[in-house]
């Protein structure tokens, strides 16, 4: 929580230099970063450090995106981080909240993910070239919606650490598509209704995009901060002026109150339901427009061309799908076929499937304390949850019920042993392809 709050805070005051108007800000060196975050980047890096280098390259594919530019090089600069045993998921959140400060910077920066296309991203720990005769087995982690680019890596790793590297008697490779979230406006939109517009905000958004389980430890000073804004506004009455003109200095530094905790329950429960119901519709929509059957787009074609590449060298796949991602796996298989692609050794496993039948005909794991799945269930038929071990509404990042990374794959938890088994199943049902 403390360390949330301080970035959200530095977020505003590293130097003055945030404040600038203009979405760029102040770049005196003219290296693509602005001048607060290469300071911030300066402080807690060794000088010429490799880490130092991935940090910029991260920061510099943010500016880009928030100016208008094509955000490219996002994806490799984290993993660069990782490789450095960087606390790269840390820097990866702490820079997009310094950089996206500002209400202009945050609806930059949103409609720069819509603009934004897929990428592909093989992981493979030792290369190919250590699969005698073909006998691996390639995982690809295919995300959903209101996904950042560390959030996905994070999932391909925690599928990798569920996993290892080897599973029945076959190498394991990890590749991630990564698909960046299209309709970040509308959230921001709902954002913006619960706790205001305002600078503390738009850090807070950019940092977690607006997930209502990642907002615990921020959400006394959002709120205080809309209290502010709403009390600090113009006056609209002469005896308002009056005060304003004579007192100026208590004028400006009367503190909001303090949120009560009734308060900050009854906004929690707002926000969520207002959040959930924007995962809704955008999810109606996807699945309306992916049941089409001749439906492509970009990250349907990133898939298919990244899994051919694999299969066609006799390789083995398995598409691990998370939430809307599981919507791609029908149109993916049936692309592939278009291609001419042999399918005998390619298989989904989805998790948190929004689908009305399993994706691509394989396993998969919903559980039932999945609060985003259950709201899906009022409008249309979704798969029956499967597993009921997960306790429902737990606090912290787990709120949902929905994540990836904190629910669906959390280490000695038993849904995550039923995702391994799916998986695992899976690539024995390949191997003898």
């Excluded at 990798?160 to 959230?187: H, I, S």
């Amino acid at each position: 929580m403390r360390r949330s709050l301080t970035l959200i805070c530095l977020s505003l005051a590293l130097s003055g230099l945030a404040s600038a108007a203009d979405l760029a800000g102040v770049d005196i060196d003219r290296n693509g970063i602005r001048d607060d975050i290469d300071q911030y980047i300066a402080e807690r890096t060794p000088v010429q450090s490799a880490e130092r280098t991935a940090a910029q390259a991260y920061a510099r594919a943010l500016q880009s995106a928030v100016t208008g530019q094509q955000n490219a090089g996002a994806l490799s600069a984290l993993v660069s981080l990782r490789q450095q045993g960087a606390d790269w998921s840390t820097w990866a959140r702490d820079l997009r909240e310094l950089t996206v400060n500002t209400g202009a910077r945050l609806d930059a920066y949103a409609a720069a993910l819509d603009r934004a296309g897929p990428q592909f991203l093989p992981l493979q720990p030792d290369g190919e070239q250590a699969c005698p005769n073909r006998a691996c087995t390639v995982l690809v982690f295919q995300n959903g919606i209101l996904t950042s680019e560390d959030s996905a890596l994070r999932s391909l790793l925690a599928l990798r650490q569920l996993l290892g590297d080897t599973q029945a008697g076959r190498r394991l490779l990890y590749a991630l598509n990564y698909n960046p979230t299209e309709g970040v406006g509308d959230f921001v939109e709902v954002f913006r209704q619960k706790f205001g517009e305002h600078d503390r905000g738009a850090a807070a958004f950019a940092g977690t995009l607006g997930a209502p389980d990642a907002l615990t430890g921020v959400l006394a000073t959002l709120l205080q901060a809309k209290l502010r804004a709403t009390t600090s506004a113009a006056p609209t009455t002469l005896g308002g002026w009056v005060s304003a003109l004579t007192q100026p200095r208590r004028t400006l530094t009367a503190a909001a109150p303090l949120p009560t905790p009734a308060e900050l329950a009854d906004t929690t429960r707002q926000y969520t339901g207002a959040y959930l119901d924007q995962v809704v519709h955008a999810t109606v929509d996807m699945r309306h427009r992916l049941g089409e059957t001749t439906y492509m787009d970009d990250n349907a074609r990133a898939l298919a061309d990244g899994l051919e590449a694999y299969l066609r060298r006799g390789l083995r796949v398995v598409l691990v799908a998370h939430s809307q991602g599981n919507l791609y796996a029908d149109v993916v298989q049936r692309e592939l076929k278009r291609r001419g692609v042999p399918l005998t050794r390619f298989a989904v496993v989805g998790v948190a499937v929004p689908n009305g039948e399993p994706p691509a005909g394989g396993r998969y794991v919903s559980t039932q304390a999945d609060l985003v799945l259950g709201a899906l269930r009022f409008l249309f038929p979704v798969l029956a949850a499967n597993d009921r071990t997960v306790a429902p509404v737990q606090p912290g990042s787990a709120f949902l019920g929905h994540g990836f990374v904190d629910v669906y794959t959390r280490p000695g938890s038993p849904v995550a042993e039923r995702v391994i088994s799916a998986i695992r199943d899976t690539i024995t049902d390949l191997s003898s392809q």
